[in-house]
């Protein structure tokens, strides 16, 4: 199976650098895993709603540019679907069973993900009702689906 992990914005800090590498380090275990990075839009602090929607259309473009026609597509957006650490297993060997090769996790900058970007997504996934910044975000997705291949193949992980 493929795991792209599709996002808006470079990683900084270096902790979730170190993070993003380890977990990336035990999925190849499991998966090829592709991480693709496209640039976020330079906006300043206040915007209109008509201006955030433009950063966030422009950004949408460029995701879109880097989705695979054949990908089974989730986005992560606050309003999407929570599942548990199990069911999110299930899921993911649920696809793999029905033929999708191909899952592309998307996750948006900090303005959140275009409405292109929601209506090409077979689901909405969230994690949380908090608000996580989009770093971050991406080591707890990674965290998850490594903690989902464990679990679909039985064997043991922190509970």
């Not at 089974?72 to 090769?101: C, H, R």
Request: aromatic fraction near 8%; include cysteine; hydrophobic fraction near 35%.
């Amino acid at each position: 199976m493929k795991i792209s992990i599709l996002t808006v914005g470079k990683l900084k800090e270096k902790y979730i650098k170190l993070g993003i590498e380890e977990f990336s380090k035990r999925l190849s275990k499991y998966c090829k895993l592709d991480i693709i990075e496209v640039p976020d839009e330079k906006a300043p602090e206040t915007l209109s709603s008509k201006e955030m929607e433009i950063v966030k259309n422009r950004e949408g473009e460029k995701l879109l540019s880097q989705i695979n026609q054949n990908a089974y597509v989730i986005s992560l957006a606050i309003d999407g679907k929570k599942f548990t650490s199990e069911e999110l297993a299930q899921k993911i060997s649920k696809l793999s069973i029905d033929g999708n090769s191909h899952i592309c996790f998307v996750i948006g900058g900090s303005l959140g993900l275009s409405d292109e970007i929601l209506s090409r997504s077979n689901m909405k996934l969230s994690f949380s009702d908090f608000t996580f910044p989009h770093q971050l975000m991406r080591l707890i997705l990674l965290e998850q689906i490594y903690r989902s291949f464990r679990i679909i193949n039985n064997e043991p992980y922190h509970k």
